[in-house]
Nanobody, 118 residues
Framework: DVQLVESGGGSAQAGGSLKLSCAAS????????WGWFRQAPGKERELVST???????TYADSVKGRFTISQGNPKTTLYLQMNGLKTEDTAMYYC?????????????WGQGTQVTVS
């Protein structure tokens, strides 16, 4: 079974930075799309950023220019560099692998890591 484990969450002041990491327990097909998602209390889970097997990235409008998604080599680790944090970035952040356009299509999910911005 593939397990994804996130780390790097925590507390930060507005304007600060955090870097999230997500490690897979085993090899995942290199063509899979990976993504970061977040869910704030009382809100639906939303897409933050994705990276496809060919390196193509997407970002939610709310994080463009502030967050950067990247992968390690081999592609078993996913990162999210978050700069210019805002209070509205406070949420549980999840990484996921092997999905398409819909959040529900992702096959593998991590347990999440909390990010709190004050």
């Amino acid at each position: 079974d593939v397990q994804l484990v996130e780390s790097g969450g925590g507390s930060a002041q507005a304007g600060g930075s955090l870097k999230l990491s997500c490690a897979a327990s085993t090899y995942i097909f290199s063509g899979c799309r990976w993504g970061w998602f977040r869910q704030a209390p009382g809100k639906e889970r939303e897409l933050v950023s994705t990276i496809s097997g060919d390196g193509t990235t997407t970002y939610a409008d709310s994080v463009k220019g502030r967050f950067t998604i990247s992968q390690g080599n081999p592609k078993t680790t996913l990162y999210l560099q978050m700069n210019g944090l805002k209070t509205e970035d406070t949420a549980m952040y999840y990484c996921a692998a092997c999905g398409g356009e819909r959040i529900a299509s992702y096959v593998y999910w991590g347990q999440g890591t909390q990010v709190t911005v004050s």
